[in-house]
């Protein structure tokens, strides 16, 4: 198991609702499935899991459980998440192989500790503990920062996470490209926004918002352009409601600010225009549903 590791691992936190969204890069190419299945097959705390390439998601409850381990069928889980001042503890079980994944842990990016309460390996039981920094998740929604002639909104979205990772204020999580309705008089070309997705040390998430404004007012082409920022796991019924609303057809900027208003979503208007404020809050709804934030209307199911 020399030179294996987790290439980075990641815990944000919604302490209000109770709940962790654990991200955890494998250290295979394309992850493990049966991670994802055997984890949420296996523990209560487990509310959804799912793999985006070797990244494994799995949004967690905070408790405690027990883990009725049995091989094949029950072979590895979380058995407690809590939170230690601003820590978050992760406390995983597994039998044989499903154990050893504990200590490829220890290596990981972003990770300050792993405990090995039972070493496992061969037939054993392994149990352990992964301690990481407290971080907190954050979606932004941009739109309108390019012009018939120049420009494209994906480029400057992904330079802006690439920029916010590298000042140290947290990891770039994530870039959905969010297809708008396509018969929009008023769209440069392609007609989609983007939502970017941070998972950002708390006492760096609104600093994170001044860096993004002042990022957009330096390099937009537009005078329209505008931001949408969302703090939270998961959008709401109603954020993806207004999302496919926005694919099928036109939407008021009235109806953009009721959304963002009910959700907690803080608006910022980059210049003097409001045209972008739609963009920005639709991206939002389907940031975490790449598929079908991908799709025509005609296509949706």
Not at 7 to 19: H, P, Q, S, T, Y
Not at 190 to 209: E, I, M, R
Request: proline share 3%.
């Amino acid at each position: 198991m020399n030179n294996i590791s987790y290439k980075r691992i990641v815990a944000m936190v919604d302490e209000g609702l109770g709940i962790i969204e654990l991200v955890e890069e494998h250290p295979c190419p394309n992850g493990s499935q049966w991670v994802i299945y055997q984890y949420k097959r296996t523990s209560p705390l487990v509310i959804s899991a799912w793999r985006e390439g070797n990244k494994h998601h799995f949004i967690l409850k905070i408790g405690r459980c027990r883990l009725n381990l049995l091989p094949s069928i029950s072979a590895a889980g979380i058995e407690e998440v809590s939170i230690k001042e601003d820590n978050v503890h992760i406390h995983y079980a597994g039998l044989a192989g499903g154990g050893v994944g504990i200590e490829l842990r220890k290596g990981a990016e972003n990770v300050i500790d792993t405990v090995i309460l039972e070493r496992g390996g061969g037939s054993k039981l392994c149990r352990g503990i992964v301690i990481t920094p407290k971080m907190e998740k954050l979606m932004v929604g941009i739109d309108d920062t390019d012009t018939k002639e120049e420009g494209a909104t994906w480029v400057l979205a992904h330079e802006i996470g690439r920029y916010v990772e590298s000042k140290g204020f947290g990891y770039y999580m994530d870039h959905t490209i969010v297809q708008l309705y396509p018969g929009n008089p008023h769209k440069t070309q392609n007609c989609v926004s983007v939502a970017l997705t941070f998972a950002v040390y708390p006492q760096y998430k609104y600093k994170v918002k001044e860096v993004i404004r002042d990022f957009l007012k330096e390099r937009s082409l537009s005078d329209k352009t505008a931001m949408a920022l969302y703090y939270g796991i998961t959008p709401s019924k109603s954020m993806k409601i207004f999302t496919n609303k926005a694919k099928e057809g036109m939407v008021s900027i009235e109806e953009a600010i009721g959304v963002a208003e009910k959700n907690n979503i803080e608006i910022v208007k980059i210049f003097d225009r409001e045209e972008g404020i739609i963009g920005a809050v639709a991206a939002l709804g389907l940031a975490e549903h790449h598929d079908i934030a991908a799709k025509l209307p005609e296509d949706m199911e």
